[in-house]
């Protein structure tokens, strides 16, 4: 099974974390109704017409953190997923790291730990055909880490793209 590891916030949908000073608790500065960015369904769409599987990582250290709750990452999460399968897009499963930074856990990105637990998950993920696209460093970083080729949505290292509309042209 071939997979497209994809993170959350800024790649998908459009993000709006904050934080009230540099280095403090981050907060979600946006309505709890998620924005798909533009391009994001269709690609998605056609990631799945050329037969990858969609796997989301994504780090959500506010929640241990105290800048949101468990409880509004679930209903976000819920509602994404509700969206793009009305866009005609099935996520296969959902990681997220909910540990605070400073914590030293294993699977806050760039750490390998949430790609980890998806190949236990799933052993039928080969690695050999699967990507990492996201919109950050860390993004970058896990992708290095699992040996996975990179696509920086809005950013370079590894392929640059604008949306994940754009990794058409790159896969088959
Ligand atoms: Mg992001
Ligand atoms: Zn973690």
């Known amino acids: 099974m071939k997979v497209a590891f994809l993170d959350r916030d800024g790649t998908i949908n459009r993000s709006f974390w ?13 309505s709890d ?11 998605m769409r056609r ?7 969609i796997i989301i ?3 959500q250290y506010p929640i241990g953190e105290g800048g949101i709750t468990q409880d509004f990452y679930d209903r976000f999460t819920e509602k994404l997923l509700a969206k793009l399968r009305a866009a005609g897009v099935d996520v296969l499963d959902v990681f997220f790291c909910p540990h605070r930074r400073d914590e030293g856990c294993a699977c806050c990105k760039p750490r390998p730990g949430m790609i980890q637990a998806a190949l236990k998950k799933y052993p039928g993920i080969d690695m050999t055909e699967s990507f990492f696209a996201g919109d950050s460093a860390a993004d970058e970083g896990i992708a290095r880490a699992c040996r996975l080729p990179f696509f920086g ?4 290292g590894g392929q640059r793209i604008e949306s994940l509309a754009d990794l058409v042209r790159f896969i088959s």
């Open 18 to 30: 904050t934080h009230e000073h540099e280095g403090g608790p981050e907060y979600w500065a946006g």
């Open 153 to 156: 949505v809005g950013r370079d």
């Open 57 to 59: 990582i994504t780090n």
């Open 33 to 43: 109704e998620p924005e798909l960015l533009p391009g994001a369904a269709e690609g």
């Open 47 to 53: 990631l799945i017409d050329c037969g990858y599987r």
